[in-house]
T-cell receptor
Framework: DAGITQSPRHKVTETGTPVTLRCHQTENHRYMYWYRQDPGHGLRLIHYSYGVKDTDKGEVSDGYSVSRSKTEDFLLTLESATSSQTSVYFC??????????????FGPGTRLTVT | QKEVEQNSGPLSVPEGAIASLNCTYSDRGSQSFFWYRQYSGKSPELIMSIYSNGDKEDGRFTAQLNKASQYVSLLIRDSQPSDSATYLCAVNDGVGSQGNLIFGKGTKLSVKP
């Protein structure tokens, strides 16, 4: 998994509770991404980061926030979890530069269940 | 809304045959094209990238790109049961995308012994 870890790997939480997922990389890549994957929807981008403290929204950002205080760590927070946020969450990294190659490499994923 | 379309499958082929997976995309500005393999319960794994028109071969895998037709395909020769997985097509989000990718929903491939 290209030097990417995610924690926790599995979590069950109750509706209304805050949840934070962590992505840690050892590749020193500038770009980091959070996706969710649901049956029938494929992979959808939640938020991404293009540097320390530089983040932007993706396609499905409502209900999620992110932070990146160090190059190696990208945190995804569900401020108040809802059942619709039950999903598998993947972190990805990229060493993209303008005009360069933009392959993304994925972490092992976190399976989140909101009851 | 930029889209990447794939047949959901399942695509079933006998062991040793050629599996052909197809993908179309809507954004003519896209410049980077990827195929990922995802086993059930696992994360996507990059298997091929292609950036220019034509064919790119890597072992048993060949990626084909036709930008004029907005079409990219993946051929798997001598298919093995271990190739059974879902294959995701991904396309970069055009000019100014900051490396963002748009993913298709995937084609499930089943290789029968």
């Amino acid at each position: 998994d290209a030097g990417i870890t995610q924690s926790p790997r599995h979590k069950v939480t109750e509706t209304g509770t805050p949840v934070t997922l962590r992505c840690h990389q050892t590749e020193n890549h500038r770009y980091m991404y959070w996706y969710r994957q649901d049956p029938g929807h494929g992979l959808r981008l939640i938020h991404y980061s293009y540097g320390v403290k530089d983040t932007d929204k993706g396609e499905v950002s409502d209900g999620y926030s992110v932070s990146r205080s160090k190059t190696e760590d990208f945190l995804l927070t569900l401020e108040s979890a809802t059942s619709s946020q039950t999903s598998v969450y993947f972190c990805a990294i990229s060493d993209w530069e303008a005009g360069g190659q933009d392959e993304q490499y994925f972490g092992p994923g976190t399976r989140l269940t909101v009851t | 809304q930029k889209e990447v379309e794939q047949n959901s499958g399942p695509l079933s082929v006998p062991e040793g045959a050629i599996a052909s997976l197809n993908c179309t995309y809507s954004d003519r500005g896209s410049q980077s094209f990827f195929w990922y393999r995802q086993y059930s319960g696992k994360s996507p794994e990059l298997i091929m990238s292609i950036y220019s028109n034509g064919d790119k071969e890597d072992g048993r895998f060949t990626a084909q790109l036709n930008k004029a037709s907005q079409y990219v395909s993946l051929l798997i020769r001598d298919s093995q049961p271990s190739d059974s997985a879902t294959y995701l097509c991904a396309v970069n989000d055009g000019v100014g995308s900051q490396g963002n990718l748009i993913f298709g929903k995937g084609t499930k491939l089943s290789v029968k012994p």
